[in-house]
């Protein structure tokens, strides 16, 4: 993390694809505390290299039995929110990868600014899994339910100029300017009322918070189920000895 002219940038690196793990939650917590203890009035999520976040560590999830993955998927849920209720801006920086839990992320994230390598999915289905870490909401409520089904229910990717067009990203830029243009946003915001900004993002998430809640609940319940079925252990194993999972 750094921090510049009341500007924060996080950047994730955790080689090599940022994937997220229980280690991975710990540390963005103790940052985001760190974080919130500055003088910040906005802040840019990026990731290292070709990836955002390339989505969750399958090994160690392969480990889990149902209530472990319950309890990663609403820890993970709520690690993730302190970025949607921060009382500043967050603008996500998708340099590359953002699947499954990075896609996630990212819809924490006030908006995005996507470089035109960067490509979106929630896979979890070709693991016999769902979205844990709040995709089954957040997804819907960025880009409609229809095509929220589609990209969840089939796994497929989209690509930047794709992800714009179903407003998943607010705009996106050729690779090498993407921290430029991001900065720039960021900017353009720190020069405004602080006060005034947070005042609008609080008030602009009001309204849907209480069902939301619920929801989550309802998908951490039911991401833990997962792990009790003989799909998701073939889909993982599959996934680990890089073959197709016969389901």
Known sequence: ???????????????????????????????????????VRAAVLTGKDDSFIAGADIKEMKKMDPE?????????????????????PVIGAINGHAIGGGLELALRCDFLIASDE???????????????LGGTYDLAEAVGYARAKELIFTGKRIDADSAEEWGLVNRVVPDEDLMEETRSTARRIVDKSPTA????????????????????RVESDRFGECFKEEDSSEGMEAFLENREPDF
């Open 68 to 88: 472990e993955a319950r309890y990663f998927s609403s820890k993970g849920q709520r690690v993730f929110d302190r970025l949607r209720n921060a009382p500043f």
């Open 1 to 39: 993390m750094e921090i510049y002219e009341q500007i924060a940038r996080i950047r994730f690196d955790n080689s090599p694809l940022n994937l997220i793990n229980k280690e991975f939650l710990e540390k963005m917590e103790k940052k985001l505390e760190v974080l919130f203890s500055e003088d």
């Open 118 to 132: 960067a490509f979106f999915a929630l896979p979890e289905v070709e693991l016999g899994l769902i979205p844990g």
């Open 197 to 216: 900004v947070k005042k609008a993002k609080l008030t602009m998430a009001l309204d849907l918070e209480r069902q939301r809640e619920k929801a989550l």
